[in-house]
């Protein structure tokens, strides 16, 4: 099956800093998803995002599908950005990554 | 708009007792419904995926079951629970093949 790999699994940075989130899938997908889970294990979907660029106030996401990898780029980091980071794929069989574990120092 | 709706948000179980874990999704029809699980500061584990009903996929041999007795219904259920069982278990949705998964609150399962 696919697999999806996550880099780096963790991140420390100081409230401010700018971070790249790197998200790297072993076939070609359809669907590619980037969440964010807070602290209370709640999962909020950031972006879907199969193909190209997508901004969301501080954050954006670009997914290179011919290259297999989507990025996510948080700018201004604050500390409610801490939490981790998931990338999924999948069309009805979705499969997560390990996630990023990032934490903003204030 | 759809909503997903899962419980109990919390759930202490003795080693052995069973296990009833539901989940329903209002606001869709014909949904894709999965349930994962998150050991303590681990990633997201693919349990079983439902793409309609009485069709349900078993990523992972384990303890547990799924059934899906109505279209917007998905269930998690144990015989006899295991002490390994504990984790976090997540229910989500998702429209046919388009891989957009939404989840619902979660249940904290604690085996003691």
């Known amino acids: 099956g696919i697999q999806v790999e996550q880099s780096p699994p963790d991140l420390i940075l100081q409230e401010g800093a700018n971070s790249t989130l790197r998200c790297n899938f072993s076939d070609s997908v359809n669907n590619l998803q980037w969440f964010h889970q807070n602290p209370w294990g709640q999962l909020i979907n950031l972006f879907y995002i199969p193909s190209g660029t997508k901004q969301n106030g501080r954050l954006s996401a670009t997914t290179v599908a011919t290259e297999r990898y989507s990025l996510l780029y948080i700018s201004s980091s604050q500390t409610t950005d801490s939490g981790v980071y998931f990338c999924a794929v999948g069309d009805d069989k979705i499969i997560f990554g390990k996630g990023t574990r990032l934490h903003i120092l204030p | 708009s759809q909503t997903i709706h899962q419980w109990p948000a919390t759930l202490v179980q003795p080693v052995g007792s069973p296990l009833s874990l539901e989940c329903t999704v209002e606001?869709?029809?014909?949904?894709?419904l999965y349930w994962y699980r998150q050991a303590a500061g681990r990633g997201l584990q693919l349990l079983f995926y439902s793409v309609g009903i009485g069709q349900i996929s078993s990523e992972v041999p384990q303890n547990l079951s799924a059934s899906r007795p109505q279209d917007r219904q998905f269930i998690l259920s144990s015989k006899k629970l295991l002490l390994s069982d504990s984790g976090f278990y997540l229910c989500?949705?998702?429209?046919?093949?388009?891989?957009?998964?939404?989840f619902g609150q979660g249940t904290r399962l604690t085996v003691v």
């Open positions: 606001g869709t029809s014909n949904p894709n």
């Open positions: 989500a949705w998702s429209l046919r093949r388009q891989g957009r998964a939404f």
